[in-house]
Nanobody, 124 residues
């Protein structure tokens, strides 16, 4: 079993930047894809960025492309997302998650193991 713990969320003003981190422990050899998903108030959970830990290839949703950057250290044991030019509509709980041994990095429902989430709030 893999355990995921996020940190670094918080409150920023519109236009600001934030970096959120995730540390994976436990069965980290079974984390083929690592991703960041978010759930805003009254919205469904959305995959915004993902990385294939074996080669570092990335996926971004259209809503965050060019503003978010996902990266990993040590084969996915530490995962980051850097968020720039933030707008109030990105306010959400951000979750770190992994697909385990599934290589569907760009598919929301493939993410089976989740952290507890961290709140990101952008004020206007």
């Amino acid at each position: 079993q893999v355990k995921l713990v996020e940190s670094g969320g918080g409150s920023v003003q519109s236009g600001g930047s934030l970096r959120v981190s995730c540390v994976a422990s436990g069965s980290t050899d079974s984390t083929y894809c690592m991703g960041w998903l978010r759930q805003g108030p009254g919205k469904e959970r959305e995959l915004v960025a993902a990385i294939y830990t074996a080669d570092g290839s990335t996926y971004y949703s259209d809503s965050v492309k060019d503003r978010f950057t996902i990266s990993q250290v040590n084969g996915g044991k530490t995962l980051y997302v850097e968020m720039h030019s933030l707008k109030p509509e990105v306010t959400a709980i951000y979750y770190c998650a992994t697909t385990g041994r599934t290589m569907l990095c760009g598919v929301t429902y493939a993410y089976a193991f989740w952290g507890q989430g961290t709140q990101v709030t952008v004020s206007s």
